[in-house]
């Protein structure tokens, strides 16, 4: 299949993709060979399986990927030593059952080296989950909090914002209020001034000796 899916990669998609990978290094195949076949797998590119693999599947499995160039490099001396025994002892007749015999405990021992490998990284994966799932979990309390801090902030700005337009509307009447004050006391004193002018220019008189009245300047 050679159609480009634009979809997110699913962790279904990075395994696959992470198995067929390990097992061509370890078989001592070439990448892109893996990358061609988790395509055909999973309907991707083998560009679009190698980016995602070099991007982000590849720092995940560093332990992995150093365990199967080991066992490659096992398997490789295994089959160099394998030819030069039989080269060796085809050429002195000495191909007996103990050579076979020995042969058969190496190949053994490499299976069990590889289920050895395997049981480790499933441990290793599995571990990595447990962290990636406690972490996850951690982040979503950390989110909850913060969604509780925000919710406490929201009622405390509500009622910052109610106390806020109350005091505005006492100053408000306040300061009606002491426009009118000021109005009052502004025509108390023009009305003073009135009444002060008009006692003075009342005329003014006394009484003398004789019992006249006479005007004071």
């Known amino acids: 299949m050679s159609a480009i899916r634009q979809d997110a990669w699913s962790d279904e998609d990075d395994l696959i993709l992470a198995e067929v990978t390990l097992r061509h290094i370890r078989e001592g195949s070439t990448q892109l060979s893996a990358f061609e076949e988790v395509g055909e797998r999973i309907g991707r590119t083998a560009a679009a399986c190698g980016f995602r693999w070099n991007s982000f599947v590849r720092k995940k499995y560093e332990a992995a990927i150093q365990i ?30 103990p050579e076979l015999s020995t042969g058969k405990i190496e190949t053994f ?20 989950y447990q962290d990636m799932n ?5 982040l979503e309390k950390e989110l909850q909090d913060k969604e509780d801090e925000l919710d406490r902030l ?18 408000r009447v306040v300061n009606d209020d002491y426009k009118a004050l000021i109005q009052i006391m502004d025509r108390a004193r023009k009305m003073a001034f009135l009444v002060e002018g008009e006692e003075e220019e009342k005329p003014r008189f006394k009484m003398d000796a004789n019992g006249n009245l006479e005007r004071v300047e």
């Not at 021992?109 to 441990?123: G, M, Y």
């Open 68 to 97: 199967a160039k080991a066992q490659r490099q096992k398997r490789t001396q295994l089959k160099k030593h394998a030819a030069v025994s039989i080269s060796g002892s085809s050429s002195v007749g000495l191909l007996d059952g």
């Open 154 to 171: 929201g009622r405390e700005n509500n009622k910052l914002n109610k106390q806020v337009n109350e005091v505005e509307t006492d100053y």
């Open 109 to 128: 021992t490499e299976e069990t080296l590889s289920i050895d490998a395997v049981i480790r990284f499933l441990r290793q994966w599995r571990n990595t």
């Open 134 to 138: 406690r972490h996850i979990k951690s």
